[in-house]
T-cell receptor, first 113, second 114 residues
Framework: NAGVTQTPKFQVLKTGQSMTLQCAQD?????MYWYRQDPGMGLRLIYY???????DKGEVPNGYNVSRLNKREFSLRLESAAPSQTSVYFC????????????FGPGTRLTVT | AQSVAQPEDQVNVAEGNPLTVKCTYS??????LFWYVQYPNRGLQFLLK??????LVKGSYGFEAEFNKSQTSFHLKKPSALVSDSALYFC????????????FGAGTTVTVRA
């Protein structure tokens, strides 16, 4: 039982390049989330997927797109990377919203030059 | 408007002393409250949550938190801190059961000295 896995662990992009961050969970959770973590700002929600087949914007969605490929997988795409997107990205999952705690992946450290 | 605040950027305590990490929230109604811990270069780990019922919640690794509705606070506590408790701690609030958004505080860095 690996929990939540993310690939890659590290990535360096040049401004304007694109990339997709992959996330998978093996806990049969319905909901999945993408956050970014920046120093002194906590975690901010980028997008979430309440259940398979649905996605919604979070607090900071601009510059990102997501795909809920199936119940297990939720990817985050940067179409044209900008230096402001330099951050640590975390994927998380939970069984349902509300009382259920979220389980986090190990993160992807992205640097955009 | 910020939903949750952690007023201290850093907390330093000696091993064996009590540890308190403060959190206040500013949502109406009956929010769901969570504490997470992040060790260096790791993802967040769930510690405990308050949903309803007893105001004192016990969680992992000997941590507990007290929900105080009148003061809108949810402080994390540990009676006797360990060096291994040194980490970054986040308080988070979900404003209502139907709200998917989990709002995180900025985090408090805890350092426990031997």
């Amino acid at each position: 039982n690996a929990g939540v896995t993310q690939t890659p662990k590290f990535q360096v992009l040049k401004t304007g390049q694109s990339m997709t961050l992959q996330c998978a969970q093996d806990m049969n959770h319905n909901s999945m989330y993408w956050y970014r973590q920046d120093p002194g700002m906590g975690l901010r929600l980028i997008y979430y997927s309440a259940s398979e087949g649905t996605t919604d914007k979070g607090e900071v969605p601009n510059g990102y797109n997501v795909s809920r490929l199936n119940k297990r997988e939720f990817s985050l795409r940067l179409e044209s990377a900008a230096p402001s997107q330099t951050s640590v990205y975390f994927c998380a999952s939970s069984d349902w919203q509300g009382a259920d705690e979220q389980y986090f992946g190990p993160g992807t450290r992205l640097t955009v030059t | 408007a910020q939903s949750v605040a952690q007023p201290e950027d850093q907390v330093n305590v000696a091993e064996g002393n009590p540890l308190t990490v403060k959190c206040t929230y500013s949502v109406s109604g009956n929010p769901y409250l969570f504490w997470y811990v992040q060790y260096p270069n790791r993802g967040l780990q769930f510690l405990l949550k308050y949903i309803t019922g007893d105001n004192l919640v016990k969680g992992s690794y000997g941590f507990e938190a007290e929900f105080n509705k009148s003061q809108t606070s949810f402080h994390l506590k540990k009676p006797s801190a360990l060096v291994s408790d040194s980490a970054l701690y986040f308080c988070a609030v979900r404003p209502s059961p139907n709200d998917y958004k989990l709002s995180f505080g900025a985090g408090t860095t805890v350092t426990v000295r031997a």
